[in-house]
């Protein structure tokens, strides 16, 4: 059994148990996915107050819909599209241009030569050692919505590209160009600041 196969017989074994009426189970499918979850929704909502109430709306829904998920990708990655979709309706009603803005952009990158060059490395390695941490995680979150969150579950939660454009709803081609310009982004503003402190 390869580890999908494996994802897809738990999964089903514990939506089974909560369509039963096991609620534990429902339970169990909220502390395993709580973690993915906050990261979508923290870095997509700014306003602390209604982080809350998100994430309740969104497990909510999850539960209500529970009964169409068909296993055609990890429920966990289910789970965050319902996250993702829930963050953005929720924004699209605060009349956010953040991501109305990137879906005009993404013509631009579906042609785009979003290559990445040998030159980066080196800054690369300086974003992931501990003394950029901190310095790091400020200029990310200062990064449009979806980059944030692109660079959330690519590099912390480790989702793959197939993985985040389920949650998405983008091409994986689009995804790699979207990180392209993301880390491109986060590391024009380090450089500056560590051209500063030279």
Known sequence: ???????????RIIVEKVLSGNTRAFGMIMKQTEG???QIVFKMISNREERRD????????VFQKLDSFRFQ???????ARIAYNTCINHLEKHQSRTFKDLENMQADDET???QEHVDQNDMEEKLISAEFNTMLQVELDKLPEIYKLLITLYHYEELSYSEI???VNLPEGTVKNYLFRARKMLRERLEIIYNKGL
Do not use: F, P
Request: net charge negative; proline share 0%.
């Open 165 to 167: 454009g389920q949650i």
């Open 36 to 38: 993915l979850v906050a």
């Open 54 to 61: 998100i994430a309740q709306d969104i497990y909510l829904k």
């Open 1 to 11: 059994m390869d580890q999908n196969e494996h994802h897809r017989s738990a999964d």
């Open 73 to 79: 990708a990890k429920l966990s990655t289910w789970i």
């Open 112 to 114: 785009g030569n979003a």
